[in-house]
C-alpha cells in the first residue's frame, strides 16, 4: 500500500489517540438563519478559546469586510459547536452553543473560514477571487469531515437544501471516536532495554508495533531509544504539525531498508542539536508519520550526525519507497539524485505558508497536459507526480520574505545587470540541499537544516532568457496575461464597468509603479510586432487609463518605428462589461489594422449563479508588402477559480470547464466567416488535452464515449446560447496548436508543482506551415512568486522576471515557410526503448523539409546546411559528430583563412536527413571550399560565396526561413514512461 493511501486510510478509520483536528462541517445560509457548524474529529478535547469563525464579505465588490468570531469553551472529541444568527438560535436553542451577528450570503466573493491561533486552517469558499455564490441559499454539508482544508472543493460538499436544519448539530455518516480518559501513553509497562531506532521504524510503510488499518495507532510497548538530536521543531507551523524535535542513532543498524532517524513530540526548552538524549515513549503512526510521543527525555551527553546522502536502491520499487527508507533521518540531497525543483519558493495555497516542492527525475507536469483528463494514463501520471513530490520547508511559517533556510535570496547583483544572482527556477536541480526528512499532509517534507546558497541549485538546460531566443519571420504574434494591470487606484481614469466606482486594491502606489516596469521590460525584450494583452482595467483608452499608461511608458523606452498603437474601433470606449478586458496592441511599422470588434462571451445566469467571462477582441490586420491579411482573436476564458452551476460534474478540468467549452464553442463559430488565414490567443485556462482546447483542434486524442458539454442557462447578452441543460458539442474548429509541435516540452503556468499551459496561439491549418517558430518564454511561472512587484524582494528589481503569472507565448511567421510533415524518429522497431547515443535512427531517402539557405555575409554568423543523406549505409547514430572545415583555398592546400564547427546529431536530425553546423564567427568577402565529415568520413565537399550584408540583414544570420526542427515531429516519441 502506498503511504499516501495509507495516511488517507488512517485519517478516515479513526484519530490517533493523542490529536485533535477541528474543522468546518456545516455552513447554513437562508436570510437570516445563518450558522457555521465545527467538529472535533480528535480523541481529545480542545480548547476553543484559540480558535475563531472568520467572515469574509463582499471581496468582489468595492468595500470588502472581514469580521472574526472568537469562540469560547472547551469542545471534547467527536463534539460539534454550532455558531448561529440570533434569529435561528430563536428556532434551535437546543443546537446553538454560540449567538453571533453572522451576515454571509454565499455571492460577492462571500466566505468563510476557521482560524487557529490567528491563522485561517479551513476554509468554505474562496479567498482573493471573483468565485461567488458558492452556499448562497443552502445547507452545505462535508462529505467526509476527516482534515481541514485551505482549498476548497465544491465535489466535497453536499446541499442538504434550503432551510433544511436537520443536520445541524451532528455530522452524518461519522462515529465518533471513543475519548481516552487518559490521553498519555499508560506508564505502567515497563520500558524496554534500550532499542535501535530502526527497529521502531521497521521496513513497512508504518512501525512494526502499530496496525494503522485496524486503528491501533499507538504501540502497547513503551521503548527506550537514544540518538543526538539533528533539529528542533519549536513553534506549530500548521494545525497538527508537533513541537519536539529529529533524531538519530549515533550507530545505525546497517539495515538499509529501515530509518535510523525518528521525530520525538516532546517539550524542547533547554534541548539544542547535538544534544545526546534519552527518550522514553511508545512509537505512533501520526497520520502516516512514524513518531514517538515521549513520556521522558534525558540530556546525557553530546554527539554528531553526518548527513546521509540520499540515494535509490534497486530494489526500492518506486521512489516513495526511497523516502519512506530516511524518514526522519538527516539527509543531503546531491545532484546525482537528479532531484529537479517543480515550483518555486511560492505561496503553498493549501498550507497557507511559502516553501518550494522538488521532483525525481523532471519538474512534474499536470497530468491533463500529457493525457485525457481522468482516463487511467491521467491518473497513473498523478500518482508518478505524487511518488516523486518532496516539499521544502523552514522549521518556522515562512513568509513572503527570502526562505529561511536561503538567506541571501534576491540579495546579490554582481554583474550589476539589474537581475538577483540568488533564484530558484523551475527545472534547476537540487545540489548539497540537507535537511530533515518528515511526513505530513500526504507528502514528505525536507526541513532545511544547513543555508543553501546561489550554488544550491544548478540550471540544467533552464537558464534564464532576458528574451525569448526565436527563428527570424516575417511577422511576431504574442500573448502575455498581465496577471491584473490597473491604475484606477492610482490617479488613473475611473473603471467604467465599476460604475465609476474606485476600484480597491492591495497594492501600493510604489509597487504599482514596479509592476508597470516590469511589464515594459518583458514587453520591450519580448519584440513582438502583435501583442494581446489580458487582465487589463477596462477604464477606456485615454492616455491616463490602464492601457494608455502602459503603451505610454513601452514607447518611451523604444525608437518612434518600434512604437505600440492600441487596436481600436471608431466610438469605441468600453472593451466588455467586467472591470478588465482584453486589449490588442501593435506596431504601426510592421502591420496595419483594418478593423476590430468587440465580441461579448458567453456568461452563465441563473437563480442560483452568475458567471462572466471577458469580451474577446477580433481585429484584422494587412501588410505594407503583401495583399494577404491576418485575423488575430485574443481571449480570456473564465478561470478555473470561478464558481459555475457544472461545477462538481467535471472536477477533472477544474471549475466552469463547460463554460470555458462554451466560450470555445461561440468564438470558433465568430470566426468560422472570417476569410483569410486567423489565429486564437489568450488564456484559455484550460490544459493541452482538456475540452476547450479539443473544440477549438480537433477530438483526436478524446475518447469516443466522452461527451463535451457546454455550460447550462448561457446567455449571449439577453439572447440564450446553450439552453437550461447545455449543450453536446459536435463541432471542432480545426485550429492548429503550433506549440505542441514548435515547444512541446515548454510550459506557461504552475499550479501546485504541475507545470502545463493555460496561454496559446492556435492558428488557422493554412497559416502552420508558415509558423517556423514558437515559445513559452519562462520569466514568470517558473520563477519565486516573492520575486513579483507586490513583494518587498521583487520591488527591488524592476526586470522581466515574475512580472506576472503567466508566461508570454510568442510566434514566428515566415510567410514563404515550407509546410511541416510531422514524423517520429521512433528506431529500432521496439518504441519503448529509449533513444540513447549509439542508436541507430534511419535516413530518409532525402532530406524532409531543409530550410531556405542564404548566402553567408561578411562578418556575420552564419548556419551552413549539411544533407545527411549523401552518407554512406541508410542508418546514422545518435551522437555521431559532423564536422564542417571551410577554407578559402579552393585550388591548392594553402589556406589564408579558415573555419570549423562540429555538431553532435540527435535522432530528430536524423530522422529529417540534415542538419545546420554554426559558425559564431563570419568570413570575408569571397569563396571558399567546403568538407563536410561523418564519424571521420567525408561525405561532401563543396564551395560558398561569401557575399556583402544588406540592410535588411538580421543579427541571427543563416537559415532565416528554416523551421524548428521540433517542429517537424508528431508527439509519439515524447510519451511518457511509467514505472512498472
Not at 478535547?45 to 469562540?71: A, H, K, M, R
Request: proline share 5%.
Amino acid at each position: 500500500m502506498k503511504k499516501s493511501i495509507l495516511a488517507v486510510a488512517i485519517s478516515l478509520a479513526a484519530a490517533p489517540v493523542v490529536q485533535a483536528n477541528v474543522l468546518i462541517t456545516e455552513v447554513v445560509e437562508n436570510g437570516n438563519d445563518k450558522a457555521v457548524e465545527i467538529y472535533n474529529n480528535g480523541s481529545v478535547s480542545v480548547d476553543l478559546s484559540q480558535y475563531s469563525i472568520v467572515q469574509y464579505n463582499n471581496q468582489t465588490g468595492s468595500n470588502p469586510l472581514t469580521t472574526e468570531f472568537p469562540l469560547a469553551g472547551n469542545l471534547g472529541a467527536g463534539e460539534v459547536y454550532v455558531v448561529a444568527h440570533s434569529q435561528l438560535a430563536g428556532k434551535l436553542p437546543a443546537v446553538v452553543d454560540q449567538v453571533e451577528a453572522l451576515a454571509f450570503n454565499g455571492k460577492g466573493g462571500d466566505a468563510v473560514a476557521l482560524a487557529k491561533n490567528g491563522v485561517n486552517i479551513d476554509l468554505v469558499g474562496h479567498l482573493g477571487t471573483s468565485a461567488t455564490d458558492v452556499f448562497e441559499d443552502s445547507s452545505l454539508q462535508r462529505i467526509s469531515p476527516s482534515m481541514p482544508s485551505m482549498s476548497f472543493e465544491a465535489s466535497e460538499w453536499k446541499n442538504a437544501g434550503d432551510g433544511n436544519y436537520e443536520g445541524l448539530g451532528s455530522v452524518d455518516g461519522v462515529t465518533p471516536p471513543t475519548p481516552d480518559p487518559d490521553p498519555t501513553p499508560d506508564p505502567d509497562p515497563e520500558p524496554s532495554p534500550a532499542s535501535l531506532i530502526g527497529e521502531l521504524q521497521g521496513s513497512s510503510w508504518a512501525s512494526p508495533y502499530t496496525d494503522p488499518l485496524n486503528g491501533k495507532f499507538v504501540s502497547d510497548e513503551v521503548f527506550t531509544v537514544v540518538g543526538v538530536i539533528t533539529a528542533i521543531q519549536s513553534t506549530e507551523i500548521a494545525q497538527g504539525e508537533r513541537i519536539g524535535f529529529f533524531m538519530q542513532d549515533e550507530t545505525p543498524d546497517n539495515d538499509a531498508q529501515t530509518s535510523d532517524g525518528i521525530f520525538v513530540v516532546a517539550d524542547v526548552t533547554g534541548l539544542k542539536v547535538g544534544d545526546k538524549v534519552e527518550v522514553m515513549g511508545p512509537v505512533e503512526e501520526y497520520f502516516g508519520w512514524t513518531q514517538i510521543p515521549a513520556n521522558e527525555v534525558k540530556t546525557i551527553g553530546t554527539g554528531s550526525i553526518t548527513a546521509t546522502d540520499f540515494t535509490e536502491l534497486s530494489s526500492d520499487k518506486e521512489f516513495d519507497f526511497t523516502l519512506e527508507r530516511h524518514e526522519g533521518m538527516l539527509i543531503n540531497i546531491n545532484s546525482m539524485l537528479d532531484m529537479r525543483v517543480s515550483r518555486s519558493y511560492s505561496l503553498d495555497e493549501e498550507a497557507q505558508r511559502y516553501n518550494m516542492v522538488l521532483s525525481r527525475g523532471q519538474a512534474s507536469v499536470h497530468p491533463n497536459q500529457s493525457f485525457f483528463p481522468a482516463s487511467d494514463d491521467a491518473a497513473k501520471a498523478a500518482d508518478c507526480n505524487e511518488d516523486f513530490r518532496v516539499v521544502v520547508e523552514s522549521f518556522d511559517k515562512d513568509t513572503s520574505g527570502a526562505p529561511a533556510w536561503y538567506p541571501d535570496f534576491a540579495k546579490s547583483d554582481a554583474d550589476q545587470n539589474g537581475s538577483t544572482d540568488d533564484y530558484i527556477r523551475v527545472g534547476d536541480r537540487a545540489n548539497q540541499l540537507q535537511g530533515v526528512l518528515g511526513y505530513s499532509y500526504s507528502d514528505y517534507r525536507l526541513y532545511v537544516t544547513e543555508p543553501a546558497h546561489n550554488g544550491t541549485f544548478v540550471a540544467n538546460g533552464n537558464s534564464r532568457q532576458y528574451k525569448p531566443s526565436l527563428k527570424s519571420g516575417d511577422i511576431k504574434l504574442a500573448t502575455f496575461n498581465t496577471g491584473g494591470y490597473l491604475n484606477s487606484p492610482f490617479g488613473g481614469e475611473a473603471n467604467l464597468a465599476n460604475d465609476g466606482m474606485l476600484i480597491e486594491t492591495t497594492v501600493d502606489t510604489a509597487q504599482f509603479e514596479v509592476q508597470t516596469s516590469k511589464l515594459v521590460s518583458a514587453l520591450i525584450a519580448l519584440d513582438a510586432d502583435v501583442v494581446g494583452l489580458m487582465e487589463v482595467e477596462n477604464n477606456g483608452l485615454s492616455a491616463s487609463s490602464a492601457i494608455g499608461q502602459l503603451v505610454s511608458e513601452l514607447n518611451k523606452n523604444l525608437d518612434e518605428a518600434n512604437h505600440y498603437h492600441i487596436a481600436s474601433a471608431q466610438g469605441l470606449e468600453q472593451f466588455g462589461e467586467l472591470t478588465s478586458a482584453n486589449y490588442l496592441i501593435f506596431k504601426a511599422s510592421k502591420v496595419g489594422l483594418e478593423s476590430l470588434k468587440v465580441v461579448e462571451m458567453p456568461k452563465q445566469v441563473s437563480s442560483e449563479k452568475l458567471a462572466a467571462q471577458a469580451a474577446s477582441l477580433i481585429a484584422t490586420f494587412n501588410f505594407k508588402d503583401r495583399d494577404e491579411t491576418l485575423t488575430v482573436a485574443v481571449s480570456d476564458f473564465v478561470d478555473r477559480q470561478q464558481s459555475c452551476l457544472e461545477n462538481s460534474s467535471n472536477a477533472k478540468q477544474g471549475q466552469c470547464a463547460e463554460l470555458r467549452v462554451s466560450a470555445a464553442d461561440y468564438l470558433g463559430q465568430q470566426l468560422q466567416d472570417v476569410s483569410g488565414e486567423k489565429v486564437i490567443l489568450g488564456s484559455f485556462n484550460a490544459y493541452l488535452n482538456e475540452d476547450p482546447i479539443s473544440v477549438l483542434t480537433n477530438r483526436d486524442d478524446v475518447p469516443e464515449t466522452h461527451e463535451i458539454k457546454a455550460a447550462s442557462f448561457t446567455f449571449i447578452d439577453d439572447e440564450p446560447l446553450h439552453g437550461e441543460n447545455g449543450k453536446v458539442i459536435d463541432t471542432f474548429y480545426g485550429y492548429e496548436n503550433v506549440l505542441a509541435i514548435l515547444d512541446s516540452k515548454g510550459y506557461n503556468t504552475v499550479n501546485r508543482d504541475g507545470q502545463g499551459s493555460f496561454d496559446y496561439i492556435l492558428t488557422s491549418p493554412g497559416l502552420k506551415s508558415l509558423v517556423v517558430d514558437a515559445k513559452q518564454w519562462n520569466i514568470n511561472a517558473g520563477e519565486a512568486s516573492v520575486l513579483a512587484y507586490d513583494h518587498s524582494l521583487g520591488q527591488q528589481y524592476q526586470d522581466v522576471y515574475r512580472a506576472a503569472v503567466h508566461d508570454p507565448v510568442v510566434i514566428s511567421i515566415a510567410f514563404d515557410g515550407k509546410p511541416l510533415e510531422p514524423i517520429d524518429p521512433i528506431y529500432p522497431i521496439d518504441p519503448d526503448q529509449p533513444i540513447v547515443p549509439g542508436t541507430p535512427v534511419k535516413l530518409p531517402f532525402e532530406p524532409i523539409n531543409e530550410p531556405r539557405i542564404p548566402a553567408p555575409s561578411v562578418g556575420k554568423s552564419f548556419k551552413y546546411f549539411v544533407d545527411l543523406t549523401q552518407a554512406n549505409g541508410t542508418h546514422l547514430k545518435v551522437g555521431d559528430e559532423v564536422s564542417v572545415s571551410i577554407s578559402d583555398a579552393i585550388s591548392t592546400y594553402v589556406a589564408t583563412s579558415s573555419r570549423v564547427a562540429k555538431d553532435s546529431l540527435d535522432a530528430y536530425e536524423i530522422a529529417l536527413g540534415w542538419t545546420e553546423v554554426s559558425f559564431s564567427e563570419g568570413l570575408e568577402l569571397g569563396e571558399y571550399s567546403v568538407r563536410t565529415t561523418i564519424a571521420g568520413e567525408v561525405i561532401q565537399s563543396d564551395r560558398i560565396n561569401v557575399v556583402e550584408a544588406t540592410k535588411d540583414d538580421s543579427e541571427d544570420a543563416g537559415s532565416t526561413g528554416g523551421i524548428g526542427l521540433l517542429a517537424l515531429f508528431g508527439l509519439g516519441f515524447l510519451r511518457r514512461k511509467f514505472k512498472a
